[in-house]
C-alpha cells in the first residue's frame, strides 16, 4: 500500500526555520518523482519543490528558492523539505506527493498525496 506521511509541521515566527519530513512506504521510491505543495484556503495548491530520485534531480520554485531546499534522508525513505527565513505568507497546508512520470508545479502528474501537515508563521 502507498503511503505518504508527512510531519514536521508547527507554528513559527516569521523568521524562523522548520523541516518537513515525508516519510514514504510501499513502493521503491527511486523510481518516482517526489513533490512538495502547499495549499491555503481559497487558493489552488501549489508545488514549491520534487525531486526526482535516481538519477538525482532537484526542482524548487523560483519565488522560494532561495530560502527552501529539497533533499532525501541518505538510508531512509524520507524526503524532506527544509524551509527558511519563513514569512507569514508561507503559512499553508504543506503535501507530499508521488509521481510516477514527472515533476510539475501543477498537482496534474501526482497520483498519491499524503494527508498534509500545517505550517503557521505569525508574530
Known amino acids: 500500500q502507498v503511503q505518504l506521511v508527512e510531519s514536521g509541521g508547527g507554528s513559527v515566527k516569521p523568521g524562523e526555520s522548520l523541516t518537513l519530513s515525508c516519510a514514504t512506504s510501499?513502493?521503491?521510491?527511486?523510481?518516482?518523482?517526489i513533490g512538495w505543495f502547499r495549499q491555503v484556503p481559497g487558493k489552488e495548491r501549489e508545488g514549491v519543490a520534487c525531486?526526482?530520485?535516481?538519477?538525482?534531480?532537484?526542482f524548487v520554485r523560483p519565488s522560494v528558492r532561495a530560502r527552501f531546499t529539497i533533499s532525501k534522508d541518505k538510508y531512509k525513505d524520507i524526503v524532506y523539505l527544509q524551509m527558511r527565513d519563513l514569512s507569514p505568507e508561507d503559512t499553508g497546508t504543506y503535501f507530499c506527493a508521488r509521481s510516477a512520470t514527472s515533476c510539475s508545479w501543477s498537482p496534474d502528474p501526482y497520483t498519491h498525496w499524503g494527508q498534509g501537515v500545517q505550517v503557521t508563521v505569525s508574530a
Open positions: 510501499g513502493f521503491t521510491l527511486e523510481y518516482f518523482r
Open positions: 525531486m526526482k530520485i535516481l538519477p538525482q534531480d532537484l
